[in-house]
């Protein structure tokens, strides 16, 4: 315990590990003998005193006592561990281990209170029963560890595919967009030409104005100057010569001038003048595909037939109050969308078998088999868009006059292929009829 106090002394000042056969120089200081054969300098590293030569330094005795001190030193470590495995509480040697308490015990701390029915073993017994229970501890760790080696090559190529998918998909996006960009460069081009052309027209009808008005005018000018001339002429014979001559240019300038009139700057009236983005909108409609399709179901038919294969079939069963329709076309791939009008109507369900989104006493749900959960959702909603992916077995609705996302549906469970359901109730005095639109 005392080296401790000591054991910086006993460290060579060229190596600072501790002394290995320390020799003492003449100047008083010690070293490893080993150290101080090796130095390049002939000096003392502490005091610069001249040291022997190396055949004399190699003849030093060595200091036993330093020696000594310094094996003692060195065994210190291992008497420390020893005086480590002491009672904290009864300064005894710790020999037992509590095995309820998983921790090391002495023999007092074995008949106290706080142990009182524990089971103990001796230390060596406990460490090797535990070292042994390591072995299929170490196996099963393996085995975790390959687990978990495989989930994160698994993460890892989930993470590559879903950057592949992402960047297809802003391909796509963009390939997309840049249909509706030509479109809408193409229209912008010709409006503008349109304009273009009806602003030559009314420019030229005005530049033409302006050439009459400024023939008008010189003649009136021409005109007034004649007049003033015969005014200076005193003599009756020569002023009435004169007067009758100019009498022709009179009329025509009269003439002339009777015929002038302002061309009003045109007011370009065209649809796309104060309507542009909603004329744009309806011919986007046409490029969008796939386009549209309608199809109307009436309550006096159990199923509504095509109709110059513009319409899709739905049969269903009606009772008094509800319809209850499925699509005859099934999905079992791919991506899909419809919409289904359902203001005015004050219980309907939309989506597919066993999962959908229902509407009753003003309040949305949607649904799984055997699960209702509430949707929160504000305004009135006309227009209900269903998306089915199925691939993803996902089922979204939107409100799609904004195709703002009302809730997604998980449709793991979902067993493809599926069918289009629609559960809506009659609209009184008269059932009227459905209207979807399908994408």
Known sequence: MASSLYAEDLNCPVCLCIFTEPVTLTCGHSFCRSCITALPSAQCPQCRAVLPAKGEAERLVTNHILKSLSEKAKEQPLQAKEDQLLCLEHDEKLKLFCVTDQRLACIICRDGEEHDGHKFKPIKEAAAALRRGLDPGLANMASDIEEIQNLREAQSLERSKAK?????????????FEVLHQHLRKREEQVIADLKTKEEEALQKMSHSLSSMDSALAQCTEQRDSWQQLLQVTDPEMFLKCWTEQSSATLQYKKQSKG???????????????????????????????????????????????????YYHFHGSQSPQTFQLFSTSEFSSGQHYWEVEVELRSFWRVGVRDYFLEYENQKYFSCKPNKSVPVSFSGVLRSLGVYLDCSSLSLSFYNAESMV?????????LCLPVSAYFNVQKRKPDTSHITICRY
Request: negative net charge.
């Open 164 to 176: 592949e998918l992402s960047g297809k998909l802003q391909s796509q996006i963009q390939q997309q």
């Open 260 to 310: 002038l009139s302002v061309v009003q700057s045109p007011a370009f009236q065209s649809p796309f003048q104060s309507h542009l983005q909603f004329f744009m909108w309806k011919e986007l409609l046409q490029v969008v595909e796939p386009r549209p399709i309608l199809l109307t179901l009436q309550d006096d038919s159990s199923t509504v037939p095509k109709n110059n294969d513009k």
């Open 405 to 413: 996302k009302i809730v997604s549906l998980d449709c793991t469970g």
